[in-house]
């Protein structure tokens, strides 16, 4: 059975490309599976810094694989496993990014949702279209809707209206739009920054803008500043404030082999 997720590293960036255009990156039950299994692959390899999400035809996803999901003998296989995919991205202790050459609907959206940093060609349109199946955006929107401004997300989710790239970055959805010919470009520079910061750091970032805030502010800041303190004497804060002095890369900066 040929491959429908492929799996690369170039300097520390782990690159995972979706390739079934057949059916528009649809998340059948292979699709899925080797999505789960490559995001595994790059959260255990210490030399993976940043990890994209990329994808091959016109189209970024299009969703759960309805042919599979209306096919006699189906079953919820589909939604119960996309929950752990949509875990594995929005908690990576590795920053993701998702490059969107092409549109995205339904559950594409959710993965869009879950990145990091999401990077779009202008011309990429997107679309919540479940309650036009008679279905609910349920499992993506425990990643979207902390993306989305309130107001948009109530519109959006209840019409299914089509939105195009210039509204995704409106309302929080996207980072970033830019014409086709500069989307490798503006990948690679967000990539390029995220490489170089130090990689507890990163993660402990990326946990501290998950967290749920403390209600009394005294006892936020006292949160906060264990963590601060913590990474200022530890090593890798040292490091970085040595490399800092020296004027030279932190050791956590991936070399080029070139």
């Not at 803008?209 to 500043?225: G, I, K």
């Amino acid at each position: 059975m040929a491959e429908l997720v492929h799996y690369s590293t170039d300097e520390g960036v782990a690159t995972i490309t979706l390739d079934s255009p057949h059916n528009r990156n649809a998340l059948s039950a292979q699709l899925r599976r080797e999505l789960r299994d490559h995001l595994a692959a790059a959260a255990a390899d210490d030399a993976v810094r940043v990890i994209v999400l990329d994808h091959t035809g016109p189209v970024f996803c299009a969703g759960m694989d309805l042919k599979e999901a209306g096919s006699a003998g189906s079953s919820t296989d589909g939604v119960n496993e996309f929950p752990e995919i949509l875990t594995r991205i929005w908690t990576s202790e590795k920053p993701v990014v998702a490059k969107l050459a092409g549109p995205a609907r339904a559950g594409g959206v959710g993965i869009v949702a879950a990145a990091d940093i999401a990077v779009a060609v202008d011309t990429a349109t997107f679309a919540f279209t479940e309650v036009r199946l008679g279905l609910v955006p349920a499992v993506i929107s425990v990643t979207v809707l902390p993306r989305l401004l309130p107001r948009a997300a109530h519109e959006l989710f209840l019409t299914g209206e089509k939105f195009d790239a210039a509204r995704a970055v409106e309302i929080g959805l996207l980072n970033a739009a830019v014409p086709a010919d500069r989307l490798d470009a503006e990948v690679e520079r967000y990539t390029g920054m995220l490489a170089l910061g130090g990689p507890t750091a990163l993660a402990a970032t990326k946990e501290m803008l998950r967290r749920a805030r403390a209600a009394e502010l005294a006892d936020d800041f006292a949160d906060m500043l264990e963590l601060s303190a913590g990474f200022f004497a530890g090593a890798e804060g040292q490091e970085g404030i040595a490399a800092f002095a020296q004027k030279r890369p932190p050791a956590w900066v991936p070399v080029s082999e070139a």
